[in-house]
């Protein structure tokens, strides 16, 4: 497997109406979000408004994580919940959603019918097997470190190690004073 560590300078932010959102990785390379021509986007914005919606996104499914501060979201007609960091939401794309609250969020967006997307959470001092199976791998690392022991890789905080077409198997991770979100999207 080839992982192709990513850093500030790799990313692209813009602004939008309740805070920043900073574009991680997107794929196919060279897909543009505004155009809807992307298979999946990682991305990570900071919310800085009590209260904003969603951009509807139809076609697409989401996996939302927090990774500072709290929110509560009212996800189309169902009751609202807070969303803590630890725990993921997975939604309709193109279903309302509001939130109240101030936060920095992790998000993955896949295509609908043709991509299959999943989002996981390490926290604290841990180590973890983890196979995700054949696709594309990125492991974001929003506080600490987190290592890949056997084959000498490592990322800190605010860094990505992404693998674009994996074969799959089982890998070991090490996750050191901090948190990092593992997200994987293979064919549908």
């Not at 979100?181 to 549908?188: F, G, H, Q």
Request: net charge negative; hydrophobic share 40%; with cysteine.
């Amino acid at each position: 497997m080839e992982w192709k560590l990513l850093t500030k300078t790799d990313y692209v932010t813009t602004s939008w109406s309740g805070g920043t959102t900073t574009q991680l990785a997107i794929s196919p390379e060279g897909a543009v979000y505004a155009d809807r021509d992307f298979l999946w986007r990682l991305s990570s914005a900071t919310v800085e408004l009590e209260h904003s919606d969603f951009t509807p996104l139809p076609g697409y499914h989401r996996f939302l994580a927090v990774l500072e501060g709290k929110i509560r979201l009212k996800i189309d007609a169902n009751e609202p919940f807070e969303l803590a960091p630890g725990r993921v939401a997975e939604f309709d794309g193109g279903v309302p959603v509001e939130s109240w609250g101030q936060c920095v969020d992790f998000n993955l967006m896949v295509r609908k019918g043709k991509g299959l997307g999943a989002v996981a959470v390490l926290s604290g001092d841990c180590e973890e097997s983890w196979d995700p199976g054949p696709g594309d791998l990125a492991v974001y690392c929003a506080s600490g470190k987190v290592r890949f022991p056997e084959w000498g890789l490592e990322a800190g905080a605010g860094q990505l190690l992404l693998c674009r077409g994996a074969r799959g198997g089982a890998v070991r991770l090490v996750c050191e004073a901090g948190a990092a979100m593992l997200a994987s999207v293979r064919e549908a």
